[in-house]
């Protein structure tokens, strides 16, 4: 049984991404008692299926290693994976929380040596590259998961391969035994940092995400351009592996949309110019992009960023929001619309296309465990009704990296407030 | 530490070690060689009776640990005794990982091993079991400079978190540059039962809520306000700050501080550079910022011309004016608040006449995330005119004004009339001097560089801070004048410990992002505080309670390490002798690498810490065919790329022994030297990025790294050394095929050139 000592003086942090983190981390680095709740098996988030950050175009795992470290580190911390936030009850101050932790079937005497994946056979989608490659049902998420430790597919339990797996085990720490649990525990102040998912393409029916291999999405060619990832840094395309060097960028796809999301995301303007320079370095001279908008919103010092990527020739913007894309007999998607500027029809073949889909909340609107203000987007606002509930980061609206971590220190600061509050009622 | 060290050495046999390794003769290495009495191997040391079995040695008095196992990055949580010291021998993915299975390669791959126990145990002797030095006390107290919502905000939530704040405004009434708002941009974005429709509810402009504030701070029992004041001098350090306060009434009162937020905010941008839009030819043509004076002064009554007093009925907003502009005296950047700020002014217009036309000439409007969106959306319902078009001149057109523009969806030159034009002009950071310009004119060599800095700093906004601090008066710049940040991952590093910024002095920002920025201030102020009382270290080395300890005896009074301390923290004193501020320090030891003679050291991390390893290496002779390559490896990037290259099964010669360091900016020289000399054929330095926007929490270790190794080619050349024998490489973290690459290289190079011939 996991057990968590917690108080109402305890921070529940749900969500372990890069807000959540931060919000843990520093409350827990100011002496506070942080529970650190988080649905996937490791830590990090969206975050650590980034390539690079814009607009230093520097690595997201860098900063993650001091995140980790610190985590690592820290005795005022608790980390609980494959766990979820079932239930919340109370008021600012007094809270208990109903956490629901799925089984990793591996305990914490593993010791990441990989024995168990050399044992199994069974093959699934790796969720960590978007289904663009397969991983073993024993495995490690991704190689720098915190914890280091490795999870069994549920699909293997009950089958030959968890019975390989925990024979390849020479540390105990696979057991087949393992149920699904649920704990209660007390907290004071609860910080929400349950982030963001990629708009579903497929919805944008003209698009064809779900009939045409070669249009992706912004956080599939992430994975792609990764030197680590699944085509070892290659951008190729999906449908027959050629160098993808001719490549679209569609804004706002499904963003500040009628039909779609309302709202706009923010980082994508930025994550299409970061992915645009991640084209131009590959293929030099050979690389062609265009990138599709409505508004190109590189906003305050991202400037900078947006003057220095359009000043090479390769680039072309177009104030566009495409009607449709076809694909050709080669499998080339074909993006057809009109150009504002000057009104002239376009039909322009690519080798990829990529959908800079938006960003929504990760918790539906009638997923909260508990009441909170929430907007027609989902996502959750700043409002005394919500007691003693701090949004942090894109929980709270579409918010990049920097944006999510400064938003998640003070949303620390707050729950802070909250528990510092009760301390000083009980002395 | 005047106690006795007492040694214990662990080695796990787990993971394959003990299968592919002699792990009896690495214990007879660590116990001969190394020198620890006691060694034990375990099977699986992580494991909860491995644990136990290591503090059961720390109850019964072990002071010092050698363990050998996996990376010092692999169950760090496990292997956490933070009341001892402790070295890590990285046999997993440092040797067994990373050097394949074969019978041909078990020498080397077990001289690789031994080599990293003889190290661990090397190190080891050196570390120290780090004290608190109790340099301050908790001081709750927090300084906020700048009486504007920032400052405000940031002095509330430090309140509300229980701790005192001080906050010192420069005007006679608090507010600040925001202090004229008839309204504000709304908040929020719709509610969550408003349809997706035409003509639904979306939030409208709202009370500004200034004066509600300015309130709060007045009644708060835990903030002292001073007006009319500014900070004469601020010296000391986190959890011993002490500021001069000074009112222009010429009293000064002297307040001690646990930290500081600087929350100066913005000036409005000066659009007498703005002459092609008429501004201060007609005053017709009015800024943003004075159109909220227009508003409020109305309150809700029709909106006037100002030169003849007729009712507007047309107005026109220039977005990015005097912005995203290259032009000399316009701001390169965009100011991220204009476009919601128009949409909301336009409103102003449409609500006490929903026939004036209101068009906003925009490039790309830019309103972001939920809220953003639906307030344009809301101008957009209200009628406002959205033209995407580039304004090039206003003129005057009898009592009314032209604009003169490119429409850009018609793609054609044209124009519009109207009675009013409103600029939507930036921010520009209320920051002071640049503290590096201070420092250029304090260290030319000459009269004419001094002339041309002194000329530099003529211009230089007056100082905010005024910190007595030996690198300057302010907090350092990154760009466009804006206060330093590390900008992604750690918004609020600046590199004076202590001392956040908050707000737009930061970076552009509208008011609700300013008030949220301002939370984040305080949260990390307050920390700052809470840590040097425990004279513990900050971000990233939270918690360390080392801290740079230097013999004055030796010392040359050189000043390298004053001027090379990223973080300002040294100052000196009269004869010039380094003055350390603990509190001030991140623990980086860009310090202990810049001393020449070598007097600068870390209770947990030394010039002998890391000497002692290189010594501690087995140099085979000149003919064994067997190099050794020394590899000194940031620990944050390139130790963990090498780590990874492991555990992906990549390949690296056996012939590397590696080092990790806080910083290439520690590397002290003389490890270089001593290296050589003790018959390394090749060193390998691996450092992070370095290029102008700074990268690492440690800025700029890995530039001045290079700078210091471009210097030692004399050494090489007295040491009759081919220069190719030092290489200084730029690792990123997902560097995982090309470190052990750069590494092969190296091997390659000796079996080139040669082995050293210093071998003895």
Same mark, same amino acid.
């Given at each position: ?427 | ?198 003509? &639904? ?83 017709? &043509? ?251 270290? &900050? ?222």
């Amino acid at each position: 049984m996991t057990a968590v000592i917690a108080t109402n003086e305890t921070i529940l942090v749900v969500g372990g991404g890069i807000s959540g983190m931060t919000a843990a981390l520093e409350a827990a680095e100011t002496g506070k008692q942080v529970v650190l709740v988080e649905q996937r098996p490791y830590l990090g988030g969206r975050v650590t299926q980034l390539y690079k950050y814009f607009p230093k175009l520097c690595f997201p795992t860098c900063g993650l290693e001091i995140n980790q470290r610190r985590t690592k580190q820290n005795p005022n911390l608790t980390i609980l994976t494959l766990a979820e936030v079932t239930g919340l009850t109370g008021s600012a101050g007094a809270y208990t929380a109903t956490i629901t932790l799925a089984p990793r079937y591996v305990n914490e005497r593993c010791t990441a040596c990989g024995d168990c994946a050399t044992a199994v056979e069974a093959e699934f989608a790796d969720e960590y590259n978007y289904g663009l490659s397969k991983r073993k049902g024993a495995y490690l998420p991704y190689r720098m998961a915190h914890p280091a430790r490795y999870v069994l597919d549920p699909a293997i339990i009950g089958t030959a391969d968890a019975e390989k797996a925990k024979a390849a085990c020479k540390y105990d720490a696979i057991d087949l035994e393992m149920r699904e649990e649920t704990l209660e525990l007390r907290c004071g102040a609860v910080i929400w940092a349950t982030g963001w998912q990629p708009y579903d393409a497929a919805k944008i029916q003209p698009y064809g995400y779900d009939r045409f291999p070669n249009v992706i999405t912004s956080v599939e060619f992430e994975r792609l351009a990764d030197v680590n990832g699944p085509t070892g840094g290659k951008i190729v395309r999906p449908s027959d592996g050629k160098e993808a060097k001719k490549i679209a960028f569609i804004q706002c796809a499904g963003s500040r949309d009628r039909n779609h999301l309302l709202h706009c995301s923010r980082i994508c303007c930025m994550a299409s110019l970061k992915q645009a320079t991640y084209v131009l370095d590959a293929f030099a001279e050979q690389a062609e992009v265009n990138v599709y908008y409505i508004d190109l919103r590189s906003i305050d010092r991202f400037e900078d960023f947006y003057n220095k990527v359009r000043a090479n020739q390769n680039i072309k913007f177009i104030k566009s929001k495409p009607s449709s894309i076809v694909a050709d007999k080669d499998g080339n998607p074909i993006v057809h619309g009109v150009d504002t500027e000057g009104y002239n029809r376009y039909a322009e073949p690519h080798d990829l296309v990529v959908l800079a889909v938006g960003m929504e909340p990760a918790v539906k609107k009638d997923a909260f465990p508990i009441s909170v203000q929430i907007n027609r987007e989902g996502f959750i606002e700043a409002a005394p009704e919500n007691g003693g509930i701090f949004a942090a980061g894109c929980a709270a609206d579409a918010l990049d990296v920097n944006r999510s971590a400064q938003h998640a220190t003070g949303a620390a600061l707050r729950a802070i407030q909250v528990i510092n509050r009760v301390a000083r009622a009980e002395v | 530490m005047a106690a006795e060290k007492k040694f214990a050495g662990y080695i796990c046999t787990g993971c394959g070690i003990s299968e592919r390794l002699n792990v009896n003769q690495l214990q007879t290495v660590a116990t001969r060689e190394g020198k620890i009495a006691e060694v034990k191997q375990h099977a699986r040391l992580c494991a909860p009776d491995g644990v136990q079995l290591i503090r059961d040695d720390i109850a019964a008095g072990a002071t010092h640990l050698m363990i050998a196992g996996c990376s010092r990055r692999s169950k760090m949580e496990v292997f956490n005794f933070p009341q001892v010291a402790m070295s890590r021998a990285n046999l997993r993915e440092g040797v067994i990982w990373a050097r394949p299975n074969a019978p041909e390669h078990q020498e080397t791959t077990q001289e690789m091993a031994a080599d990293y126990i003889r190290m661990a145990c090397a190190e080891l002797k050196y570390l120290n079991i780090a004290s608190p030095s109790a340099e301050q006390k908790l001081n709750k107290n927090i300084l906020v400079v700048g009486g504007g919502v920032t400052g405000m905000t940031a002095a509330l939530e430090v309140a509300a978190a229980g701790y005192p704040a001080h906050l010192v405004c420069d005007e006679g009434e608090l507010g600040g540059a925001w202090k004229d708002l008839y309204k504000r941009v709304p908040f929020r974005a719709a509610a969550s039962e408003v349809p997706n429709g035409r003509d &639904v509810d979306l939030p409208l402009p709202e009370e500004p809520g200034i004066a509600e504030m300015i309130a709060q701070v007045q009644a708060n029992q835990r903030i002292t306000v001073h007006l009319n004041a500014h900070l004469a001098k601020t010296s000391g350090a986190p959890g011993r700050f002490a500021a001069d306060i000074c009112n222009t009434a010429g009293a000064t009162v002297t307040e001690n501080f646990g930290a500081i937020i600087q929350a100066s905010d913005f000036k409005p941008y000066d659009a007498q550079q703005l002459p092609e839009f008429a501004y201060g030819k007609t005053p017709d &043509v009015v800024t943003n910022f004075e159109l909220e004076r227009l508003a409020k002064a109305a309150n809700g009554a029709p909106l006037k011309r100002p030169s003849d007093g007729k009712v507007v009925e047309s107005v026109t907003f220039i977005q990015c004016a005097g912005q995203r502009s290259e032009q000399d005296g316009h701001l390169p950047y965009c100011s991220g608040f204009c476009c919601t700020e128009s949409i909301k002014q336009a409103l102003y217009f449409k609500t006490q006449n929903p026939d004036c036309d209101t068009t906003i000439l925009f490039d790309d409007l830019r309103t972001p995330g939920a809220a953003g969106e639906d307030f344009y959306r809301c101008g957009q319902q209200e009628m406002v005119t959205f033209s995407k078009g580039k304004a090039s001149a206003v003129v005057k057109n009898g009592a009314g004004l032209t604009v003169k523009f490119k429409d850009l969806i018609l793609n054609e030159d044209t124009e519009l009339n109207c009675d009013l034009v409103v600029l939507a002009t930036g921010q520009v950071p209320n920051n002071g001097p640049d503290p590096y310009a201070q420092l250029a004119v304090d260290e030319a060599e000459t009269e004419e560089e001094k002339e041309a800095a002194r000329r530099k700093l003529e211009v230089a906004p007056p100082s905010i801070l005024n910190l007595d601090y030996r690198q300057g008066t302010d907090l350092p710049q990154l760009k466009h004048g804006f206060v330093d940040s590390h900008f992604i991952c750690f918004p609020y590093e600046t590199r004076r410990t202590g001392i956040y910024a908050a707000g737009p002095v930061r970076r552009p920002m509208d008011m609700k992002q300013a008030m949220d920025d301002a939370a984040g201030a305080a949260m990390k102020a307050i920390q700052a505080a809470e840590s040097a009382a425990n004279s513990a270290a &900050v971000h990233p080395r939270v918690g360390d309670l080392s801290y740079p300890k230097f013999r004055k005896e030796g010392c040359t009074q050189c000043k390298r390490c004053t001027v090379e301390c990223p973080f300002g923290a040294i100052n000196e004193d009269e004869q010039k002798y380094p003055v350390f501020n603990e509190s001030r320090c991140r623990r980086c030891g860009t310090c202990m690498g810049a001393c020449p003679v070598r007097v600068i050291s870390f209770e947990n991390y030394s010039i002998d810490s890391v000497n002692q390893q290189i010594k501690a290496v087995d140099i085979p002779d000149e003919f064994s065919e067997k190099p050794r390559i020394l590899v000194l490896a940031c620990e944050n990037d390139a130790y963990p790329a090498l780590d990874m290259a492991a555990q992906a099964g990549i390949e690296t010669t056996p012939f590397v022994r590696v080092v990790p360091v806080r910083c290439l900016g520690s590397v002290s020289l003389s490890w270089i030297t001593d290296s050589l000399s003790s018959g390394f054929d090749g060193i390998v330095l691996m450092g992070c990025r370095r290029d102008e926007d700074y990268q690492c929490h440690f800025v700029r270790g890995s530039a001045i790294a290079a700078e210091r190794l471009s210097k030692v080619g004399d050494t090489l050349t007295q040491l009759n050394l081919e220069p190719e024998r030092i290489v200084v490489h730029e690792v990123a973290i997902t560097d995982l095929a090309r470190a052990p690459r750069l590494l092969n290289d190296m091997a390659a190079t000796i079996e080139k050139i040669g082995m050293s011939s210093f071998k003895f």
